[in-house]
């Protein structure tokens, strides 16, 4: 039986509070709704269970967006058609990180934000991470392209940020030879 995870709307204050860290392993509850955040997202990426029901398609989610002001994120990678690869980090930190910029060419999306937003928003198109994963053992994952975007905008989020803070106001979008467009 699948049941939709509930994603705070960016309203809400609460995503913009810095989560704490994880002082104590990640309960057996926590844990659940991993599993669950997992499938949502997942599902949201696979056209037919996307509108059987009735999902916004997402590749990840951090805790605060479900409401838990505590250092988790899940990304779903879909890195082939139909073949993804879960990513849980519990206190994820970028330890380093490209010199080269990019961004998403149709900008960003998120879960909590529910209307278009215009602009291309920077990212480092290499980043290195490190974490735990949910039974406490380091992780050390290095990523590109898109799943380097995604892990800057989840890591994002466990400090307040939204993706759209960090578009230029003043001018919202790029060209190619100002930064390497996806």
Known sequence: MFKKVKILDEKDKKLR??????????????????????????????????????????????????????????????????????????????????????????????????????GHVPRYARVTVTGLDLDGNPLKIRAREELAIAFQHEIDHLDGILFYDRINKKKPFFNEKEIRLL
């Open 17 to 118: 509070i810095k989560s704490v860290p994880f002082t104590e392993p990640v309960s057996e509850e926590e844990k659940k709704l991993v599993d669950r955040m997992i499938k949502h997202l997942t599902y949201s990426q696979i056209p037919e269970y996307e509108e059987k029901y009735d999902l916004r398609p997402g590749m990840g989610l951090a805790f605060p967006q479900v409401g838990i002001n505590k250092r988790l994120i899940v990304i779903v990678d879909e890195y082939e058609h139909g073949k993804f690869e879960n990513y849980i980090v519990v206190n994820p930190k970028i330890i380093s990180h490209s010199e080269e910029r990019i961004a998403a060419e149709a900008g960003e999306g998120c879960l909590s934000v529910n209307r278009e937003v215009d």
